[in-house]
Structure formats: C-alpha cells, structure tokens
C-alpha cells in the first residue's frame, strides 16, 4: 500500500514537472516502506539523502523553466529547498539524538505534508505561467 497516491489531480500540466513529482513520491513511499520494514537508520538516512539530492534536481529544474518562462516569483522559489533540507537535518539531529524513532512515521507525516504543499500550493499556479509560454 502506499503513502502517497500520485493521481492527475496533482498534474501541473508540464510534463517533466509531472514526472519528477511523480519520482518525489516514489521516494516518498520508499521511505515509509523502510519504515514500516524497520530497516535500520544508516537505510533510512540512505533514502533520505537520496530524496534530499533529487529534491535538489527537481528544484533546480523548476527554476530553469522558471527562468525561461519569466516567472516573477522565482527568488521566493530559490529559498524552498533550503528549507526542506534544513528540515530535514532536523529530522535527523531528533533521530541521531534519540528524540525520534528512524522508523517512525514523523519524517514521513513532514514528507507528505511537504510535497502536497509543493504542488498543490505553488506548482498548480506555476503551471498555467509555464504553459502559456510554451513549456509542457
């Protein structure tokens, strides 16, 4: 069972958008399979920076269609991955310190809540800017 169901109501209508939210929740629900498996927290720490590295990728994406699409709220977009990054060497730091369950369901509460946010409360009005200038 997963996490996270991708549907089209999460679409933004720009193809390589679509397929890396898509890859962001695969990860997701990775990490809550190692959760539930009680995998260790070097695996889990694993998948973290794994998501943490595509996040990066996918943002970096994000403002390069940006750019070309001369989307005004771009600098406000720059700061996003540092703040999901920051979060989760939060997660981390409660883990390695004791204060967090590597298997508990914290991180994946935090993950999920992030990504719908991301889509759903900045990418939707992303779409239409970047499809209006020919990116789809």
Known sequence: MSFFEWDASYSVGVTMIDD?????????????????DTKTAQVIFA??????GYTRHHFSAEE???????FSGLPLHKKAPAKFIANARKVKQKIDQGRANPNGFDWVHFLQSWLKDHITGTDKTRGPVMRAEGIT
């Not at 890396?20 to 539930?36: F, M, P, S, Y």
């Open 64 to 70: 390069r269609l940006m750019e070309k699409a001369g």
């Open 47 to 52: 998948l973290l920076r794994e998501l943490a």
């Open 20 to 36: 890396q939210h898509q890859k962001l929740v695969e990860l997701i629900n990775t990490l809550l399979d190692a959760g539930r």
